[in-house]
């Protein structure tokens, strides 16, 4: 039985692992061994995932927590490391573009041990993203590269990466919400707030250079206080961007803004009920840029760039810049927005598709 590792550390990951593991935990050539590195660690950005995605208690948890990037990617290397040595993994799988997954993969390479990283050759082309770092290190040194889409096998190809490298499996994240959609159907969470069936907006932000800056996030902040008088708003927020709201004292003005509904941020059931309810969704995240435009909704994205341009070029998505929150708004609410369509192999069988790859490579 080979063993397969497969790394999760933060909220965006265990919604990629999840398929994964459910499919090669019924194969009888592998054993899937779950590891958490514990980058998050909040009931409500972690184990909330697992009870959802129907995942059981990690195999190893590394408990590593929050810290810089420096002290949280070296402390996931070093307590990675130590399970490498003790069982070597067949394949060590990774996901997404987080700190846990550049660091696990440079542990596994440094002792020459094959890496597969899923939701490969994504690029933004913006290195002060933190995860930009993340994606070209562990592209250039992953064995094997998974990816979503045809721009992504481009990106690889034109870094001069080896064809044989490349595989294109599709989106996993859409596995993920194939397998739990008639809970998230069947789950209220709108009329629970006493709101209609896309008669509200979802907000979702937590990049650092959304989040971070007093001034940016104020500004973004009015631009939600004034669109929410065209249309109500449910902001679910992460610890990230409460943290700062509260340090730079803008949490009043969302708690009183009456159009505004702020929770918690939600597990991967309720949440996608308010995806799949909404008219629109302002977002800085990446993975719902794609869920959006898998489900057709319109998405505005409000960074400066986009990983994941597939989503624009074929999707419903859109690049929103600050000052175009509103007017980009009311567009939708107009119905002057792009419909959009769904990429090749999105289509809820990507961990099929891996499982047949890994197959023949151990
Ligand atoms: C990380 C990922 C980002 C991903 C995001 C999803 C990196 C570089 N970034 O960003 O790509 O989109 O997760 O959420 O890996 N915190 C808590 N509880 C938690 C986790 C974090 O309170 O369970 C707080 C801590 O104060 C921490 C801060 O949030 O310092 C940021 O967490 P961190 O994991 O460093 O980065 P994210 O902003 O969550």
Redesign the pocket.
Known sequence: MSLIHLIAG???NFMKIAPLYHRLVREDWCEPVLIHTG????PS??DAFFQDLGLPQPDMHLGIG?GS?AE?TGKVMTAYEKILMDHPPAWTVVV?????TMACTLAAKKLCLPVAHLEAGLRSRDRTM??EI?RLVTDVIADLLWTPSPDADENLLAEGVAPERIVRVGNIMLDSFEMVRDQVEAERVPESLGLSKKGYGLVTL?R?SNVDDAETLAALVESLVVVSTDIPLVFPI???TR?SLQAHGLESRLIEAPNIHLSEPMGYIRFMSLVLGSRLVLTD??GIQEETTYLGIPCLTRRDTTERPITVTEGTNRLVMPNEVESSVRQVLNGDWPTGSRPEFWDGHTADRIAADLAGRV
């Not at 980058?39 to 909040?42: E, K, S």
């Not at 997404?96 to 846990?100: I, P, T």
């Open positions: 933060a909220r965006p980058q998050h660690y909040d950005m972690s929050s990037h949280q997404g573009d987080v700190n846990s933190p995860e993340n937590h650092p992460h610890p990230r943290k995240s990446g």
